[in-house]
């Protein structure tokens, strides 16, 4: 992780690769680029940093001609250019990786690549093609297997090699590692050090401040729309990248210890299931105690089991009584209102439309899951108490939102997880699980969220946290579990494990499909 | 082609607006309709609308017509909200007098007060128990309920016709398919002579007001809400999604088993296959001109009625054929439908592809 990239050995004074001058764009209710200038040599790879909200993505679908700029000019190797749609930008020599992929899981990885293509093709041909470039830049790939079969970080692979089959002269990633294990990021940086030096310009769009340190040359460094400036990564400090970008100090969570007993109160014992969609994954005999004041964390890539054991948890899948249970007591067959009653809630991953009734007003929303807390009486809802509820969750979890009577899709992804978290903290759990707790939440909510998870851990209240940011996991954990392929690792005090042993845990189990793969790629 | 794409905040004044919108743009249509058909649109309309009004007989005729609409699209919105499409309420409505006119049938002759009450109670089961029939589909097998309500709205007719043709043919009805015309004691008096209107509409507004309690203050029309808005969210609530089907259909069947009582001892005073005028089916349309409030359904209920008495009216002055009522309603729906689209959604221009 800590390696330096070379200082930028390209031409200084040469013609930019892509230039950006006063790019402004407007929407109804906010600017989302305001100015923007921003400036990519050839071989360049080049970070754009930002919080959520900060315009990046914006910026990037103006360059990739998704979306138009109101104001402001594009130059393309000099020369000034009006890019209309992607496929303009395409033609151009403009690649795009996007954050979710957009892959038919029933189709081959030719097939899928296939589909993209603006030119006539012919299957086989573009099958060699495609093992050639995949050999050429260390990203295996057998194009005949099926997508559904492939893993993340596999899928991604696919979805780059698409941009590379096109030999692009600027590649876009907005946030490429956020799918990938630790080892998988450091082959990905591979790559992409590789195509810089072959003198491909590259756009790396992310908030991970170690990944641009130790990767990009330049960069660009936006909030509120506005670029609020421009550095050489590697002489910066993450410190300062982070004053940049938040326009103050990185805020950093106090961990007290847990003084009180620790009693198991929210066991797992031989969990074992198989979910209804066919592309879910089985969970496949996962045992887990999380104790009176501690937070387990259970590191792992989404679609390796997580969204399955979050709904065996939280009751909205039910199974054998014995599998789950709380405080002594079996709680596996019960609903998720019923397990609510016994004292365990839950904060999913979907904020909208799961944990909260968009188009319904924040006081509706208390009502959703709160509503054993006085906020019904007798089969009749109680509105004043639903809005004293809802005012106080605001006031005491830092709700920025328009009161209680805010619609809940009104409110940002980070005011909505505090409004959610706070909610569920005031039914007074003795157990909580938190799936993604600061996924998309801007700095300053993630570390109050933070802090707000180990304050109440500290109360004497059993936590496990589902996230797929290792950092925070480390942050906040007492203990860590990883969950790959529906098996789940025994949890181990964060001071016995490291960064690099999870991440072999999240791919160990994928390394027998990985070395086949390579067999095939190389046969 | 343009784009049809959503906007980020639908206008709430606008949904409020819509049925108005709707309204209008069918009085229009209704308009250039007439000039085609060679009358003259404000003679027409005169006759459509205004006409009907204009005797007490015709405001009880509203009345008579209006209550069963109400009743029924109360029920129906409860359904609604959750998005439990219940489109066979004129079946409810049939099996609901049938159970109705049965009791009747079987205790003709008794003089007693509690004939009647009796009726409503066997109607209003015998709708359920209709609508609990899809709603076991649908729970036990994922049936979905558009289908299944519809096929025994079909399955509630032929029953009917072969109650009345069968077991509970009038004898001395000369082979007619009907029952025999019940007694005092199994019929809503009417309250004026000469008139119709009677005691069955206190049920529709009685229904009214517990739907308006019911749907702005209990917990359980909280949950049906949520569970057609937010799938996910009920179920992480812990709301059960097969209670949210069984209420809602056995609701929305209750209360159309009611309003099939109303008209088998109201208007009709027996069973015969021209029971209801397709009030089941023109329920759905008033409960969604009526936002699912059960506010608006009552007005709704009574534009609807005015419809049926303004058609019989223009059949009769202007020598429409029947088809005009179907035919107001029909572009009702359909205009109506289509603004909610425009609420919701706007048009883009498809961009052009520029090249440099």
């Known amino acids: 992780m800590s390696t330096v990239p070379p200082p930028f050995s390209g031409p200084p004074g040469g013609v930019p690769r892509l230039e950006l001058t006063g790019i402004t764009k407007r929407y109804p209710s906010v600017v989302a680029n305001d100015g923007v200038n921003l400036r990519v040599r050839p071989g360049e790879i080049h970070a754009v940093l930002g919080e959520n909200g900060a315009g990046k993505s914006t910026l990037m679908k103006i360059i990739y001609g998704a979306v138009q700029a109101d104001a402001g000019q594009i130059q393309w190797n000099g020369r000034e250019v009006v890019i209309a749609n992607p496929s303009e930008a395409r033609r151009l020599g403009i690649g795009m990786v996007f954050q979710h992929f957009s892959l038919f899981e029933t189709l081959t990885v030719v097939e899928n690549i296939a589909l993209a293509l603006d030119e006539p093709f012919d299957l086989k041909a573009l099958a060699a093609r495609v093992k050639e470039v995949s050999t050429r830049y260390g990203l295996p790939l057998d194009p005949g297997r099926l997508v559904y079969s492939l893993s993340v970080g596999e899928r991604q692979r696919v979805e780059i090699v698409r941009c590379l089959l096109q030999e692009p002269r600027l590649l876009i990633l907005d946030e490429p590692t956020s799918v990938l294990t630790p080892q998988a990021v450091q082959k990905l940086f591979e790559t992409l050090r590789r195509l810089a030096s072959e003198g491909v310009s590259i756009l790396y769009i992310s908030h991970k401040l170690h990944e641009i340190q130790s990767l990009c040359h330049g960069a660009t460094v936006m909030r509120g729309g506005k670029v609020t400036g421009t550095a050489t990564p590697a002489r910066e400090t993450p410190a300062s990248l982070a004053r940049m970008m938040i326009g103050r100090e990185l805020p950093v969570c106090e961990i007290p210890a847990y003084t009180g007993e620790a009693v198991p109160v929210l066991t797992v014992k031989g969990l074992s299931h198989t979910p209804d969609d066919p592309f879910g994954t089985s969970l496949k005999d996962i045992s887990l105690e999380v104790h009176r004041g501690e937070i387990v964390g259970i590191a792992g890539i989404s679609g390796n089991g997580q969204a399955e054991l979050l709904a065996t948890l939280s009751g909205e899948s039910t199974g054998p009584a014995g599998t789950v249970s709380l405080a002594g007591q079996p709680i596996g067959h019960l609903d998720a209102g019923k397990r609510r009653k016994c004292g365990l809630t839950f904060v999913p991953e979907e904020r909208l439309g799961r944990g909260a009734v968009p188009p319904m007003s924040l006081a509706d929303n208390a009502t959703l899951t709160a509503h054993a807390q006085g906020l019904v009486k007798k089969g009749f809802l109680r509105p004043k108490a639903a809005w004293a509820f809802a005012k106080t969750c605001i006031e005491r979890f830092d709700v920025r939102c328009g009161g209680p009577g805010a619609a809940a899709r009104s409110l940002s992804g980070g005011n909505l997880q505090k409004f959610i978290v706070g909610r569920e903290i005031m039914q007074n759990p003795i157990a909580m699980v938190v799936a993604q707790p600061t996924w998309g939440v801007d700095v300053g909510a993630a570390a109050f969220l933070r802090q707000t998870l180990i304050d109440l851990s500290r109360t004497g209240v059993a936590i496990l946290v589902v996230s797929e940011e290792l950092e925070e996991l480390f942050e906040i954990c007492d203990r860590i579990a990883v969950l790959a392929e529906g098996r789940l690792s025994e949890a181990v005090p964060k001071a016995d494990t490291n960064a690099e042993k999870i991440g072999m845990q999240m791919s160990g189990l994928f390394r027998n499909t990985d070395a086949t793969e390579a067999a095939h790629a190389a046969a | ?356």
């Open chain 2, 1 to 356: 082609m343009p784009l049809l794409e959503p906007r980020p905040a639908p206008s709430a004044p606008m949904r409020l607006l819509s049925p108005l919108i709707a309204i209008g743009l069918t009085l229009l249509v209704g308009s250039l309709l007439f000039m085609s058909l060679g009358k003259d649109p404000l003679e027409a309309f005169r006759v459509f609308f205004i006409q009907p009004l204009s005797s007490g007989n015709g405001w009880s005729e509203l009345m008579v017509k209006a209550g069963p609409l109400i009743l029924i699209a109360q029920g129906l919105a409860i359904g609604f909200r959750a998005r439990i499409y219940n489109i066979g309420a004129e079946g409810q409505l049939i099996m609901g007098a049938l159970a109705g006119g049965g009791v009747a049938v079987a205790l003709d002759g008794v003089d007693a007060w509690w004939v009647l009450p009796l009726m409503v109670v066997a109607g209003a089961i015998g709708g359920a128990l209709w609508g609990a029939v899809p709603a076991l589909l649908k729970t036990r097998f994922n049936a979905e309920e558009t289908l299944t309500t519809l096929m025994l709205a079909y399955v509630a007719t032929f029953t009917l016709s072969y109650m009345v043709n069968g077991p509970w043919r009038d004898p001395e009805g000369m082979n007619f398919p009907q029952s025999i015309m019940f007694g005092d004691p199994a019929l809503f008096a009417p309250w004026f002579e000469g008139m119709r209107v009677n005691a069955s509409i206190l049920i529709a507004a009685a229904a009214s007001a517990a739907f308006w309690v019911f749907t702005s203050r209990s917990f359980l029309a909280y949950q049906l809400t949520v569970g057609g808005l937010a799938p996910a969210a009920a179920r992480y609530a812990g709301f059960s999604a097969k209670g949210t089907v069984w209420v809602s259909l056995i609701l929305s069947g209750l209360t159309a088993g009611i309003a099939g009582v109303g008209e088998v001892a109201g208007p009709v005073g027996q069973l015969n296959l021209n029971i209801s005028p397709g009030y089941g089916f023109a329920a759905i349309i008033v409960a969604y001109l009526g936002r699912l409030n059960a506010i608006g359904i009552v007005l709704a209920g009574l534009l609807m009625a005015l419809l049926y008495l303004g058609g019989e009216a223009a059949q009769v002055a202007l020598q429409l054929p029947a088809a005009i009522t179907g035919l107001f309603q029909g572009m009702l729906l359909f205009f109506l439908l289509g603004s909610d689209v425009f609420v919701d959604y706007r048009l883009r221009p498809r961009p052009k592809p520029v090249f440099a």
